[in-house]
């Protein structure tokens, strides 16, 4: 990681390949701010410390029964006390791959994310079923959007 360089974590779980193929997007758009720094990880392979260095912060998930995945949610229970306290302003947005309308996930998300004082800096992007060519252009230009608005100071 370069100095002086804003950080954008991208945290995301998969288990059909359809929010792998979205966090990879995510993460192409956001890899051309040459001025942010990205780093993309599975949800079980994040920590407090990855957490800790993070300017900003792309949360993916597919919906698991009207819920985030387990595997995002247990990221959650092992950073949140770690860090609590130290997160506050950090902004984020979020992106769902959903069998049905991806609205739970990204409500309990967003009630987890209020705990940490985490701000919202954008509209979670919802894919529902198949994923796209169009939903990866959508998920290049989040990433583009959140890198950009990290490395101009905008969030």
Same mark, same amino acid.
């Given at each position: ?23 990879? !997007?995510?993460? /192409? +758009? *956001? ?5 942010? #720094?990205?780093? %993309? @990880?599975? !949800?079980?392979? /994040? +920590? *407090? ?5 993070? #300017?900003?912060? %792309? @949360? ?96």
């Amino acid at each position: 990681m370069s100095e002086g360089k804003r950080r954008l974590l991208i945290v995301y779980h998969t288990q059909t390949g359809h929010t792998g193929r979205l966090a990879d !997007a995510v993460a /192409a +758009g *956001a890899r051309s701010v040459e001025e942010c #720094d990205t780093v %993309l @990880l599975r !949800a079980f392979d /994040a +920590g *407090a410390d990855d957490l800790r260095h993070a #300017d900003g912060l %792309l @949360l993916g998930t597919p919906e698991n029964f009207g819920y985030m995945s387990g595997a995002l949610k247990d990221f959650f229970d092992r950073t949140y006390y770690a860090v609590e306290g130290e997160m506050a302003g950090v902004p984020y947005g979020v992106f769902v791959s959903a069998g049905n309308d991806g609205r739970g996930a990204v409500r309990e998300i967003g009630r987890i994310a209020n705990g940490y004082g985490w701000r919202q800096v954008c509209d979670a992007m919802i894919v529902r079923g198949e994923v796209g060519e169009d939903d990866l252009a959508n998920a290049r230009d989040l990433g583009e959007a959140m890198a950009s608005g990290l490395a101009l100071g905008v969030f």
